[in-house]
């Protein structure tokens, strides 16, 4: 087949496919967003065969020094959704979508602590207060500094573990139980949250460094405690989150006696959160804080289930559960 023939026959497929890509199911409480996907049949120059009434795609930004739009000449059909929010005004972040937004349930206990009793969990829990030692030494009450590792750091074990379940779910021929998903959806929230906190402080260069070095060295240690014992793995994370609870403590007393200044929260997390226009970076800590006893209660929770000699697949994963 010449080259002319084989785009006729992709600009036919897609004219078939692009309805289709409009088309995928929502929650309910997305009612009020709107998306108005460009017809694939607009967004090709070389797919229909005829390039007259074909267009480039548009993007609304590209990130260009300048500031100045740059189109997008695509033949593939991939439809960008432009969203709006419930007043119309358009949707602006490009990392998460309005369906991944939630109301945080702040009303769970922070205060919850799994006592270890047995070797491993005072390995796991003596690990993390080894850990804690130099993070306060050097962060002290810099706590948005301390947010922002915690952070970067918070963000490995999600994908650490929902990527080896991955690759052992069809290794093993069987299903996860939905725990993939429920720890990427961890390691996403994790990043938002760094999202969140770099809205409002930029990192220097030697916090960037830190970063660096610290992720390389923990996302291998993990891995590697991952793949020799999940359980161990998970207890290390719960008592991970377990710290940062008590770090996003202390960072809304400081708020609250008046020695951090409490700005406007960022519009991010405004619409990650589903928070009021007026919050502040107050209510931001807050709700960060109930994702963190969250990740707090599923990765114990993990560790108990394989604990108590069940495997994953056999469990359903609190997908959601924020
Ligand atoms: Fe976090
Ligand atoms: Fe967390």
Same mark, same amino acid.
């Given at each position: ?76 059909? %991939? ?165 940062? %609870? ?16 409490? %700005? ?19 209510? %931001? ?38």
């Amino acid at each position: 087949m010449n080259h002319s023939a084989m785009a006729k026959v992709s600009g036919l497929l897609l004219r078939k496919v692009s309805p289709q890509a409009s088309r995928f199911s929502r929650p309910a409480y997305m009612g009020w967003m709107t998306v108005h996907p460009m017809p694939a049949r607009e967004q090709s120059t070389l797919a229909s065969g005829d390039a007259k009434e074909e267009k480039p795609i548009q993007v609304p930004k590209t990130g260009s020094e300048n500031g100045e739009q740059k189109a997008i000449v695509s033949y593939w059909g %991939v439809p960008p959704a432009n969203l709006t929010k419930e007043d119309g005004s358009p949707w602006k972040w490009h990392c998460f979508r309005p369906w991944e937004t939630y109301k945080a349930d702040i009303s769970i206990d922070v205060e919850k602590h799994h006592k270890p009793v047995k070797f491993m969990d005072k390995f796991a829990y003596w690990t993390v207060q080894a850990l804690k030692i130099p993070t306060h030494m050097f962060f002290q009450r810099k706590h948005m500094c301390h947010a922002m590792l915690l952070e970067t750091v918070a963000a490995v074990p999600g994908m650490v573990g929902g990527m080896l379940l991955h690759c052992q779910s069809p290794r093993r021929f069987e299903q996860s139980g939905g725990w993939i998903k429920a720890l990427l959806e961890e390691a996403e929230n994790e990043r938002m949250h760094l999202m969140t906190f770099i809205e409002l402080a930029k990192p220097q260069w030697y916090e960037r460094a830190i970063v660096f070095a610290v992720q390389g060295v923990f996302f291998n240690a993990y891995f590697l405690t991952y793949l020799a014992s999940p359980k161990v793995a998970h207890r290390i994370t719960g008592y991970l989150e377990e710290e940062a %609870v008590r770090s996003y403590t202390e960072f809304l007393k400081d708020l609250d006696n008046g020695s951090f200044e409490n %700005v406007p929260a960022p519009a991010i997390a405004i619409d990650y959160w589903r928070l009021p226009a007026e919050s502040t970076l107050r209510d %931001v800590v807050e709700v960060i804080r109930a994702d963190e006893a969250h990740h707090r209660d599923v990765n114990h929770y993990a560790s108990d289930i394989q604990c108590q000699g069940h495997q994953f697949k056999d469990v359903p994963a609190p997908l959601g559960y924020h």
